[in-house]
C-alpha cells in the first residue's frame, strides 16, 4: 500500500485497557474537530468495548516515546454489493503536533492489514467533504472517492 513513511521511534499496535484513560484526550480531540461533544463515558464505553471484544471492532494506536498520538477504530461488516465483507475505518485521527510524520498512512495501513486478515475484500471509510488534509491522506494511501451518499437516521 502506497503511503508515507512511518517516522523512525513511532509504533502502531492494538490498543490495550492501560491505554483508555491516554486515549481520551485523542477522542475527544477528534470529536471536537468534528464539533460534537460525546460525554467521556460513551468515548471510555467505545474504547472499552472495542478493546475488549474484536468482534466489535478493532481499535489502533500510534505511540512515540510512550505517549500516545494517534488512533484508528476499524469495524467488519457483510457488504451484499461485493458478495464479501470489508472493513470500515470509523475513526481515525492524529495529535496536531504528531501531524506529518506518516501516522495517519500507518494506521490506515494497520487497518487494512487487519481487515485482510478478518477476511475483507475491501476496507472504506468517510470524511467531511471540507476536510482537504484527510482527502490528502487518503489519496496518497490508494483511496479511491466514492458516488455514494451517506445517510443517517437518529434513533
Known amino acids: 500500500m502506497p503511503g508515507k513513511p512511518l517516522g523512525e521511534g513511532i509504533e502502531i499496535r492494538d490498543g490495550r485497557e492501560a491505554d483508555v484513560e491516554a486515549l481520551l484526550p485523542l477522542l475527544r480531540g ?5 464539533e460534537v461533544s460525546p460525554p467521556d463515558s460513551g468515548l471510555r464505553e467505545l474504547a472499552d468495548t472495542v478493546i475488549a471484544d474484536p468482534a466489535e471492532g478493532s481499535l489502533f494506536v500510534a505511540e512515540e516515546g510512550g505517549a500516545l498520538i494517534g488512533f484508528a477504530v476499524m469495524g467488519m461488516k457483510w457488504v451484499s454489493t461485493r458478495g464479501s465483507r470489508a472493513g470500515h ?21 494497520r487497518c487494512a492489514e487487519r481487515c485482510r486478515e478478518l477476511g475483507g475484500t475491501a476496507l472504506g471509510w468517510i470524511t467531511a467533504t471540507d476536510n482537504h488534509r484527510a482527502q490528502q491522506v487518503y489519496d496518497r494511501v490508494g483511496g479511491m472517492g466514492s458516488t455514494w451518499m451517506e445517510y443517517e437516521l437518529e434513533l
Open 30 to 34: 477528534y470529536c471536537d474537530f468534528y
Open 89 to 109: 475505518l470509523e475513526d481515525l485521527f492524529v495529535s496536531p503536533d504528531a501531524r506529518g510524520k506518516g501516522v495517519a498512512d500507518a494506521l490506515i495501513a
